[in-house]
Structures are given as structure tokens and as C-alpha cells.
């Protein structure tokens, strides 16, 4: 067929110049492809490889939870107010709103004196929902789901319920703590955007006037940064041997479950590389890492913000880089992601193709 053989070659040259990205495959055709940036920096600023753009400016949406819930211990909220690493851990957190998730959030809440309508993140359907629905609208799913949605929710879909609740909650113990007014406190003139926008700068090593800002969906400050500067903040985050930065590292990497939830990514591959691997997702395509060991940080997007994609695409990161197969999995694998039809059947698959650079 001419069009298949177009289309060959056209994924035979992308590959041929060193560009990794993601295949949606149907059949034996390339459908679509998800051009990938990818920067991987060391924790002294060196850029150890790439793929596409390494300085694609994005926001990073979610990946930014880990420096975000750092002045919660910094400035000694956490220590005041007796936060566990459990409630660190969903600090950092896109979590799923399963019951001891917002059981945990609803806890710290109630011992900072504060009520759920304190909460500025808006309501929506738990993100373990989302998933179980998935399937029905033939978005790729690499891991088994709930035979319903209604079988898996959390009883509540309020601002607890949110996937951001554990941020907030660390937002508003930090105003507490410092004195500021918890009124406003996602806003941007509030100081705890501000603080948040502080440390953003110091890990990144960017001036705060070079750091975008605009509203994320939860109603907080989100930031855009190029993908080599978000390397560079998780491979210092995961190396620093400052107290603060090791007990959000910790917690993350010793409450995966947390960090996301059954059937999440961040989730099954912290779990599959324990005390290895830290990784946070963010929307529109955007992944953070680190691996700690090696004092590398990973910063990844999809440039047209597919999810499902950057989590293929990290994967090809992480084989590239090395990584030894995990000794242990739980879930299928993110090499090759189903993509499956109303009917349930497999009828392609998403896959990465291409290399990194090394520099």
C-alpha cells in the first residue's frame, strides 16, 4: 500500500535523526505521532542528553508539587503543626481521592482548625473514576481497571476529593504558620504563591521574572519553565543532602500509593524501583524524575499533551538511561501502551521510537 510505505519511511527518517517520540499505532500504521521534548541534567547543571527541544518552555502544572510542598517543612510547618510523612507525601500528590487518601487530607484539615470550604481547589470526579471510564472513550490504558467507575469512588466528589486537596491543605498550614491570611491564599499576590515562586527559582537556578505564571487547575499559581530547568530542579532535589529536601524525597518515594494510586503511573513505576526512581506527572504531557542515585533529573513533555504518551516516552527515558528492568512489577509495563476500542478489544498500541542524544 503507498500510504503505508509513506508513511514507513516517513518513521524510518524521524528515527534515522535521532528525534524520540510516540507512535500511536493501529494495525501495522503509524496513525499518529507525539513529538516528545526531553532534557536530562545532572545535578551540577550539566546536560547529559536530549531529545527534541531540552529548552521547550512549558508549564509543568503538577510536577512543580514536590517544590511547592517544600516550605511546608523549610519554614516549619510541618514540624508545627506534626505533619507525618504520609500527609508529605499527598502534599506532592495528583492523587486518586481513594478513602485513606482523603481521610489523610481530612485529618491534617481538622487539626489546622480549618473546615473543607477553607479549600479554593474546585470539586471534580476522583481521578481513579476518570480512569475506570477511560476504557469506554478508547483512550490507551496500560493497567487493569475497575469492572465500573461507580464501584471505585470515594463516597465524595467535594474539594477533598480533588486530586490538588493535599497541596492546599500544605498552602494553607504554611499561611497559618507564618501569620498570613489563609484568605486568598491560592492567588497570585498572595506570599504563599510567592513563597512557592521563591523556591521554584532557587531549584531551578531561574530569576523569578524569567519563571511564567498563570492559574492552574486547581486555582494556584502554575509555572512554565523549560524542560532542561525542570531536569535541573529534580536532579538537585533528589541529590540535595539538606533536611527539608530529603523528607519531601522520602516521603514521596516511601508512599508511592499516595503520590497517585492503584493504577497510576507514578505510582506503579516509584513501586517498581523503590528508593530508585521519583517521578511526578503533570498535565498537558509534562513528567519530572530523578533518579537520586545517579544525581540525574529527568524533565519531560509531549508537546501536543497527551498523558498517556509522556508516560511512554519517560519509560524510553529511563531504558535509555540504563535502567535495569525492575526486579519486581506489579502492573504491565509502559514500553507498549494498549489503546483499546468501545468494545474493549486491543486494537493498537502507543510505543516509543527514536533515541536520546547524548551530549
Known amino acids: 500500500m503507498v500510504l503505508a510505505r509513506r508513511n514507513l519511511a516517513l518513521e524510518f527518517d524521524e528515527v534515522r535523526d535521532g528525534h524520540l517520540r510516540v507512535e500511536a499505532m ?11 521534548s ?16 531540552p529548552d ?14 517544600l516550605p511546608l517543612v523549610e519554614d516549619g510547618a510541618a514540624q508545627r503543626f506534626g505533619v507525618t510523612d504520609e500527609e508529605l507525601a499527598l502534599a506532592c500528590a495528583s492523587h486518586n481521592s481513594e478513602p485513606a487518601q482523603v481521610d489523610a487530607v481530612r485529618r491534617l484539615l481538622t487539626r489546622l482548625g480549618l473546615a473543607e470550604s477553607d479549600l479554593a481547589c474546585g470539586p471534580h470526579r476522583p481521578l481513579s473514576v476518570e480512569l475506570a471510564l477511560a476504557d469506554a472513550s478508547g483512550v490507551p490504558s496500560a493497567i487493569p481497571k475497575p469492572q465500573s467507575a461507580e464501584a471505585d469512588q470515594s463516597g465524595s466528589e467535594g474539594r477533598l476529593a480533588s486530586n490538588c486537596s493535599g497541596k492546599h491543605v500544605a498552602m494553607l498550614a504554611l499561611a497559618l504558620h507564618r501569620g498570613w491570611s489563609t484568605s486568598g491564599y491560592h492567588q497570585a499576590g498572595h506570599p504563599v504563591q510567592r513563597r512557592c515562586l521563591q523556591v521554584m ?23 512554565a519553565i523549560p524542560m532542561r530547568s525542570l531536569a535541573l530542579a529534580y536532579a538537585r532535589l533528589a541529590a540535595s543532602d539538606q533536611a527539608a529536601p530529603r523528607r519531601v524525597v ?3 518515594m516511601s508512599h508511592p500509593h499516595l503520590v497517585a494510586g492503584r493504577w497510576r503511573p507514578c505510582t506503579a513505576l516509584m513501586r517498581a524501583y523503590p528508593g530508585r526512581l521519583l517521578a511526578k506527572v503533570g498535565a498537558e504531557g509534562v513528567y519530572g524524575a530523578a533518579l537520586p542515585e545517579r544525581r540525574l533529573g529527568i524533565g519531560v513533555k509531549v508537546e501536543d499533551g497527551h498523558t498517556w504518551a ?10 535509555q538511561l540504563g535502567l535495569d528492568p525492575p526486579p519486581r512489577v506489579t502492573e504491565p509495563g509502559f514500553a507498549e501502551v494498549p489503546i483499546r476500542n468501545t468494545r474493549g478489544e486491543v486494537v493498537g498500541s502507543l510505543r516509543a521510537s527514536g533515541k536520546l542524544t547524548f551530549v
Open 250 to 252: 522520602q516521603a514521596m
Open 201 to 223: 527559582a532557587h531549584w531551578t537556578g531561574l530569576p523569578d521574572s524569567d519563571i511564567g505564571e498563570a492559574v492552574d487547575g486547581c486555582g494556584v499559581v502554575t509555572f
Open 310 to 319: 509522556s508516560v511512554v516516552a519517560l519509560w524510553a527515558v529511563l531504558e
Open 38 to 53: 526531553v532534557a536530562v541534567v545532572d545535578a551540577e547543571g550539566r546536560l547529559v542528553a536530549r531529545a527534541g527541544d
Open 56 to 69: 521547550f518552555v512549558t508549564f509543568i502544572r503538577s510536577a512543580a508539587k514536590p517544590f511547592q510542598a
Open 26 to 36: 493501529r494495525g501495522e500504521l503509524v496513525e499518529s505521532v507525539h513529538r516528545v
